[in-house]
């Protein structure tokens, strides 16, 4: 990757001019827990190389748009599309093969694991086995492939001295990057963050936007981020989309959504 970022607030002309493409197709997607709805329909089109930020109040569904992609949630009605690909229906191992991958918003780490594992269990995206199941199959130099590919990423996050040191013992802002260089392990075509800055300190958070914005830059990843840190989101994403209550009820140029008047009064004392 290329050097070391600027610090402070990143140009917009560092991003690709705009979508190559529908890589994401949402329709009509609707998710209903009992009698409580939590997605109404909702349509979202995201483009190849798109960093789209969604934002929303608690209980908009944010999260619950992530799962139905993800498939941990199944939806009632709607359909969802990557690459032409319908999700619906598909058992989620099958969904991260076909390039999805996420971040929670607490990190979900493996404790018994060191840093450098647990970004390799991020390489295994195909087929049943799960990662032990793979592992006992793969030869040795497949083994030091995902390896190199492991040590290669935790050098991007600027991980590589705890690559052998369990995750438990390091600081929550290194967590929510081991857990980034594990979803992009999985080599995902969409990258859905949940919460990425949640838990950062302050000061953290200008350096971890860099860090996505670079990710996005080099190596023209579509990305999704839920984010209820304002400045975060204005500051990586030329596009958001606002939840509330299950609806869309924004989607546009970043500036713009945020000096919406239905966004300002569906977020106010959410959006920072
Ligand atoms: N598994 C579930 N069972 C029942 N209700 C659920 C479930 N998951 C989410 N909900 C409800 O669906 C609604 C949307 O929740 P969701 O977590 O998607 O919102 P969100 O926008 O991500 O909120 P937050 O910003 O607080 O994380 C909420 O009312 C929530 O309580």
Not at 20 to 26: F, H, I, Q, S
Not at 128 to 155: N, V
Not at 254 to 268: E, F, G, H, K
């Amino acid at each position: 990757m290329a050097g070391p970022l600027p610090e402070g607030r990143f140009p917009l002309s560092w991003f690709p001019s705009g979508p190559l493409g529908a890589l994401l197709e949402v329709r009509g997607l609707t998710m209903r827990f009992g009698g409580l709805t939590a997605l109404a329909g909702v349509d979202l089109d995201v483009g190849e190389g798109e960093l789209v930020g969604l934002i929303g109040p608690n209980g908009a569904g944010k999260s619950t748009l992530l799962d139905c992609l993800t498939r941990r949630c199944s939806p009632q009605e709607g359909s969802m599309r990557l690459g032409g690909q319908e999700l619906g229906g598909l058992p989620p191992h099958q969904v991260a093969g076909y390039g999805i991958a996420r971040t929670f918003q607490n990190a979900a780490l493996f404790p018994g694991l060191s840093v450098r594992e647990n970004v390799m269990v991020g390489a295994h995206r195909h087929g049943r086995a799960g990662f032990w199941g793979a592992a006992l199959g793969r030869t040795a130099a497949e083994e030091r492939g995902l390896g190199e590919q492991a040590d290669a990423l935790l050098e991007t996050f600027g991980l590589s001295a705890y690559a052998d040191h369990p995750p438990t013992a390091l600081p929550y802002g290194l967590t929510k990057r081991i857990e980034i260089a594990r979803a992009l392990a999985a080599g995902p075509r969409l990258l859905l963050l949940d919460e990425p800055a949640g838990g950062l300190a302050p000061g953290e958070v200008p350096a971890f936007a860099q860090l996505i914005a670079r990710l996005h830059r080099e190596r023209g990843l579509t990305i999704i981020v839920v984010e209820h840190h304002m400045e975060f989101v204005l500051a990586l994403c030329r596009r958001i989309v606002c939840l509330e209550l299950g609806h869309k009820i924004a989607d546009g140029p970043a500036q713009a959504v945020r000096n919406d008047p239905a966004v300002i009064s569906a977020c106010l004392g959410v959006v920072r």
